[in-house]
């Protein structure tokens, strides 16, 4: 993924997910494990077990309203 490769080399730069009906997942972060800030805006969002993959040392994390009433938040955990 060229976006991966690139926000490699800029870890601080917030990485903004937004308006995709096609995305309810967040399995695509499994390509940006460096990252240190992430906003999250999918309406269709069912889980949040992707964040698995971010650094434990997560500076930023905003995630916006979605459909799913009933989303886990144990992975948030892990971002102590």
């Given amino acids: ?12 730069i917030t990485l ?3 308006f995709s009906r096609e995305l309810e997942d ?3 972060l499994r390509f ?3 990252l240190k ?3 999250i805006n999918l309406f ?3 889980s949040l077990n992707g964040l698995r993959y971010l650094p434990k040392n ?6 916006g309203e979605t459909r799913s009433k009933a989303l886990s ?5 892990r971002f102590k």
């Fill in 1 to 12: 993924c060229k976006l991966a490769a690139f926000l490699k080399n800029y870890p601080d």
């Fill in 16 to 18: 903004r997910v937004f």
């Fill in 26 to 28: 967040l399995e695509f």
């Fill in 32 to 34: 940006f494990p460096e």
């Fill in 37 to 39: 800030c992430l906003q």
């Fill in 44 to 46: 269709e969002l069912k």
């Fill in 58 to 63: 997560l500076k930023s994390l905003a995630i």
């Fill in 73 to 77: 938040l144990e992975i948030l955990e």
